[in-house]
């Protein structure tokens, strides 16, 4: 086989967007992502590799023994967690290729070239590539679109062997997949003799434009574009494939198609439904399908999907998918907190999403959404260790919550770690002679902005403190724009270039700040954010969340643990005029803003042998500490609240 | 075979208790449960039977032909509902019996006839009683105690061949069922060669000592006590038999023999733990072997596990377990509203071993929770029209839940009609020279007190008002105490003898006022128990219920439905001070006390498009009604609450 990718030209008939920066070109070189990139490439990425040899996820690749006892049983709907190792190893080579550039690692390397081996060695000579099948049930493959995760596994593997074509130049695995991807265009479609179907767990699609990104080549465009185009077209094909394996399609586990957002072509969906992973990789790939088709209905149809969920679905921490039933949505405004899904990888994939919209429309609204998961929902899912994890992320809890290790269904760590080896590209993005910075936190950043090539570093504790101090240095001067995001939390803003203020209300359109000027080497902008302690209100519809408030100040959601509160933090009342003060806690969890104040508490006394009575519990002050809620379930297990009842 | 069963005289050796009234002397011919009782004789009974007809339920009896392909699937613990069809026409004839002596019906008659026909025929030589397992699964029986019903579905047939015998003499069925016991007593116990099993799902236990209060026959009682003392000894006799199957005990879809109640010997409990019905039958059964065999020990375990539970444990409505998971408990003080499962056989049970503890105590702490369920969250499990259910009771709902006309697993149906069928037997008790009055509502009962026949007249608009009027019709004076129950709930009463006046403070002992006097014919006793509005709260540690309150008057339990508020009642803020008045709603389905109020309502406006917001939500002042809990879902599908914010 050839060692580079075939790479075919394409013209660019899409949609222009921003090119995000390329995430190895960003260093996080102190601050608050300094720890954390360090962590997860130094800790998360080997204990993961671990994790996946000892729990017998890569055995599913010695082809050459047979398939030994299933460690995951299957479920009723047919599915067992086996079927889809390939996407956490997949999502794995993923998350350690993006920091092999920065940080060459011949061992992790190694590991991956040995993975890549076995997964050549097991592709069918027709390409198809999927090791449950090849090893299990070669006579199943592509019987069970609905149920069994086949594309969703090659999905994966193929965004890991663009990573790592990208990362090293090593062109072995990226051929391998698209050989598998060249039987997939054999295999589906709308040409005669081909299967009309499309994998129920989306993902696939936003890989295979990746791959696009890479190979240019429009067969792999159009492959993406038909799977979205082909989702919930009726009748479904589903039904026609359950006929065909004998079963009655009214006996599926989840009784309607809207579990993965097949219930409706995408463009006729109003509202956010179903698994929220799949709705999330769904989304994604329809931005970037919008982008490279230069669709405007499907750019619509994103916009209006993005509108309902911020508007209607969406946890304060950027979690979503309230339910476990279906691991995803069920009612507007039903946002339970104890009982919240919130699955880790919803949250990061909401980060893709959202950023992929912003590459559209500069509008912070967008951006807001990535930060607000970065800090929060997302962020939460791995501890501050980098080994332990959380798949769902509650917003409150009795103590029951822990996390773990590893787990039964383990896609979220891989996912998170993803997310954060590959931070850089979120932070930056330029088109032309435009340069948008989305995201604040130390960092050095090297861009092309047009034929300029800037340094650009960034000084800043935050979101610890608003303050950002960034400096330009460019070979010579060069005029562009530079866009500046004012997140949505933030009312009060200030911006000095070269100490001069910023007319900010002439400049600002959707959350961005735009400053168009020829810059020049040791301009220095200053951006201040002004950062109180806010109190958060939910809208009147969310029942849960009815008399009660949030904290947050800047990004960063807070919440009262019970090892800070020596009691249950659901009993703390906080008064509506009661002052809370932020200050910066250097010892908690490699350092973090906490907040301080006294709440009132409902007392036990008086109510000995009674569960209920006539009178309401008398309530006394108690001074209380919130941390930061991503920081949650680091230290003594107990109760946890985000949402506090005012008083 | 005799038509009757063998009676075999027994010492008496046990604890004395008061005697519950014949159900079937104490008819309902006015007032609340007139109503009632002629929906569920009328409707409930013929459409249950029609219902088990028609779903397949009663096919499993047709021994001449093979079985059918099954009508409900197996699940992950191996048990399929149809293992247990048994138990729901087994409780269905207990239900209908209870019915049969004051409301003689020869089709019903026929109807149960029938079935025991059909059982009779299908016994095994041996004795072996369970349809499942004779069909199709003889090679299994008793293999598997741990998940499979076996001996449940053989309770609930012993229960309604023991109803069926004291309602109509016809003694065919008991010597059935009296044989599948001589089975079950040459297999199960301590002597060499049984087997020491005893089912997972109680239930048998108090159906023994129903018959052997038939019989007297003393095997009844042992087998009886047997079970009760083996549950929970270690090593598991449940691990045992999972390896004779050929599994690892570690397999247990349940993972803790807690789930029912086979943790720890009975007398060491301290906690009420898993599945809900089952706790609810095993303590009812250890109550009456305290009773039986004289067993303090016992007795001592069941009082402290019920503290537990209406201390810790206990929704408001008298619902109980909280979790769908296990059908069961989970920790203290958990009790969630919109999840609630709060089975509705689970409430109907709390009220069988409720009125067991209190024949041996005189308190109304334990006849108060039978009040509590069977206004609230056991009656609540039917509907207006007697022939739609509830299974789950939540106390909190989004419009979401719906009562059906039949269900997968349809216990609980037949458990609140037999629940009203034998109603009269909970409203008095008799010991000696002692009348005890437990429940108010119009009826007249024929009782006797030692020697002495009594008619008692009771005439009330209880639970709607608190006067109630007591006439006594004795051919000879009589020296007797009448127990007067002075319901927990109520703050201020007062009780007239022939117009003069009780002193309370002085015969008052554990909520039962004792008159001791020589009664007359036509003596006259008027009890007036205050019935305010009262605002409820509940202990701090229930976190759901934090700053809410909910609204009883009197025993039952009031909530706002959407279909009268126009709104959902989640949003409602009830002032702490603002006025409730009470009415009598003649028109609402049958009639009912409402209440009525100002609450503040959160606005929607200002919100458009924001899920969250710095500033919290206007209010503006709502009148409102609520209605009796038990009434909900009756009228047009919408959001409920019973607790309600309060500002």
New interface residues.
């Given amino acids: 086989m050839s060692s580079s990718p075939r790479v075919q030209p394409a013209p660019l008939t899409g949609l222009k967007r921003y090119l995000p920066a390329d995430h190895s070109s960003v260093v996080f070189d102190g601050g608050f992502w300094q720890g954390w990139s360090e962590t997860v490439r130094n800790v998360t990425i080997p204990t993961q590799h671990k994790r996946l040899e000892e729990e017998g996820f890569l055995e599913v690749l010695d082809f050459d023994r047979p398939a030994g006892p299933l460690v995951r049983p299957i479920q009723?709907s047919g599915l067992s967690m086996q079927h889809f190792f390939d996407s956490d190893f997949g999502k794995w080579i993923e998350a350690a290729s993006y920091t092999l550039k920065a940080h060459p690692n011949a061992e992790i390397e190694a590991k991956i070239d040995d993975i890549v081996a076995k997964l050549e060695q097991g592709q069918m000579a027709d390409g198809y590539l999927n090791s449950w099948f090849i090893r299990r049930e070669p006579e199943k493959r592509w019987t069970n679109l609905r149920d069994l995760h086949e594309m969703y596994s090659m999905g994966h593997l193929l965004e890991g062997a663009v990573a790592y074509y990208e990362a090293t130049g090593k062109g072995r695995f990226l051929d391998v997949m698209i050989r598998a991807v060249d039987h997939i265009i054999d295999t589906f479609g709308r040409e005669p003799g081909k299967l009309r179907g499309y994998d129920a767990h989306e993902e696939i699609e936003l890989a295979l434009v990746k791959l696009y990104r890479v190979t240019r080549d429009p067969r792999h465009l159009k492959l993406a574009t038909y799977f979205v185009d082909e989702r919930g077209q009726m009748p479904s094909y589903y039904d026609e494939e359950a006929r065909n394996r004998g079963e009655d399609p009214q006996d599926y586990v989840y009784k309607t198609y809207a579990y993965s957002q097949a219930h409706l072509p995408v463009r006729e969906q109003q509202q956010v439904v179903g698994h929220a992973v799949r709705a999330m990789y769904l989304f994604s790939a329809m931005v970037d399908l919008a982008v490279e088709n230069g669709d405007p209905v499907l750019k619509e149809a994103c916009e209006r999907l993005y509108?309902n969920l911020?508007?209607?679905q969406?946890y304060?921490t950027g979690g979503l998918g309230p339910s476990a039933s279906n691991e995803g949505f069920t009612?507007e405004f039903?946002l339970?907190n104890?009982?919240a899904y919130a699955e880790t990888c919803a949250a990061v994939a909401l980060g893709f999403w959202s950023h992929r919209m912003a590459q559209i429309d500069l509008n912070s609204k967008f951006t807001d959404r990535l930060e607000t998961v970065l800090f929060n929902g997302a962020l939460s899912g791995i501890s501050r260790d980098g080994e332990h994890y959380f798949y769902e992320n509650v917003l409150e809890s009795?103590g029951?919550h822990r996390r773990w290790k590893w787990h039964y269904c383990p896609c979220c760590p891989t996912n998170i770690a993803r997310f954060i080896t590959s931070l850089g590209q979120y932070f930056y993005s330029t088109k032309d002679s435009e340069l948008a910075v989305h995201l604040y936190g130390t960092n050095s950043a090297e861009l092309m902005i047009g034929d300029t090539f800037v340094r650009l570093k960034q000084e800043t504790q935050y979101p610890w403190d608003g303050d950002i101090r960034l400096q330009l240095a460019l070979e010579q001067p060069s005029h562009f724009t530079l866009h500046l995001r004012i997140p949505g939390w933030c009312r009060s803003a200030e911006i000095l270039v070269n100490g001069m203020a910023v007319d900010l209300g002439a400049c600002v359109t959707n959350g961005y700040a735009a400053i168009t000027r020829e810059w020049r080497n040791g301009d220095e902008v200053r951006i201040s954010l002004s950062m109180p302690v806010?109190?958060?209100?939910?809208?009147?519809?969310?029942?849960e969340d009815?008399?009660r408030?949030?904290l947050r100040r800047g990004p960063v959601v807070y919440c009262v643990e019970e090892t800070d509160l020596g009691g249950?933090p659901?009993?703390l009342?906080l008064p509506?005029t009661s002052e809370i003060s932020a200050r910066y806690d250097a010892g908690l969890l490699g350092g973090a803003a906490v907040l301080e104040g006294t709440a009132l508490e409902?007392?036990?006394a008086g109510?000995e042998?009674?569960?209920?009575?006539?009178?309401?519990?008398a309530l006394k002050k108690r001074p209380f500490k919130a941390i930061p809620y991503h920081l949650w379930a680091n230290r003594e297990a107990g109760a946890m609240a985000i949402w506090l009842?005012?008083?």
């Fill in positions: 009723p509108d911020v508007g209607r969406l304060v009612r039903d339970p104890e009982t009795h029951q806010d109190r958060i209100y939910a809208h009147p519809a969310v029942s009815g008399g408030v949030a249950e659901q009993r009342r509506a409902a007392e036990d109510w042998n009674a569960l209920y009575r006539t009178a309401p519990p009842q005012e008083s």
